[in-house]
């Protein structure tokens, strides 16, 4: 019997690239930088020193969020077969956050491909619509989902064992 394999998800984990984060970085040191030594001096009487650093501090947070966002969305954006230049042009321009939800808003489910023909699969679909594969695990007699590791079908009693590799363990073996 074929112990089941940690199913690893090769397609990038890292949900927030790089440049995004550096991005953030570096706005957040930017701004700091404009409200503490450039504003200042414009100002002829300053505020309180706790609600400067509250008033700065946030400020500097929100635009680093605004670039994290925009590196998450150019990341999730292909997991749904949407397009990442489009929805990232869309937060970038939209005031406030808008743009993001808007983005969760109208997000598609996540897609991924047939391991036999590469088509866009939903991840609730149970067989490729182009080609028959079998995406998940499911009972030869019922066609139910069922867990890789089951030996027997939890709702009709079926030994999957007896079951095609596809039915059960292909899901696994890729
Ligand atoms: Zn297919
Ligand atoms: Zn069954």
């Known amino acids: 019997?074929?112990?089941?394999?940690?199913?690893?998800?090769?397609?990038?984990?890292r949900?927030?690239?790089?440049?995004?984060?550096?991005?953030?970085i570096a706005s957040f040191v930017l701004v700091e930088y404009y409200f503490w030594l450039v504003l200042p001096d414009q100002q002829h009487h300053s505020p309180p020193l706790g609600f400067r650093v509250y008033f700065n501090l946030?400020?500097?947070?929100?635009?680093?969020l605004y670039f994290l966002m925009i590196g998450y969305v150019s990341k999730d954006a292909p997991r749904r077969a949407m397009?990442?230049?489009?929805?990232?042009?869309?937060?970038?321009v939209m005031p406030?956050?808008?743009?993001?939800?808007?983005y969760f808003l109208l997000r598609q489910?996540?897609?991924s491909r047939c391991p036999a023909c590469s088509t866009h699969v939903q991840s609730d679909?149970?067989?490729?619509p182009q080609c028959d594969y079998r995406l998940t695990a499911n009972c030869g007699n019922c066609y139910r989902t069922v867990r890789a590791t089951d030996q027997f079908?939890?709702?009709?009693?079926?030994?999957l064992a007896g079951d095609h590799m596809p039915a059960r363990l292909r899901v696994m073996s890729d």
Request: aromatic share 12%; net charge negative.
């Open 96 to 102: 406030a956050g808008i743009g993001a939800v808007l």
């Open 83 to 92: 397009s990442s230049r489009f929805w990232m042009v869309i937060c970038f």
């Open 109 to 111: 489910p996540e897609v």
């Open 15 to 24: 949900l927030i690239p790089v440049w995004s984060i550096v991005l953030a």
């Open 1 to 13: 019997m074929r112990e089941p394999q940690s199913i690893s998800t090769p397609d990038d984990t």
């Open 58 to 64: 946030s400020w500097g947070m929100l635009a680093s």
């Open 153 to 159: 079908c939890t709702r009709c009693g079926h030994e």
């Open 125 to 128: 679909f149970h067989f490729c």
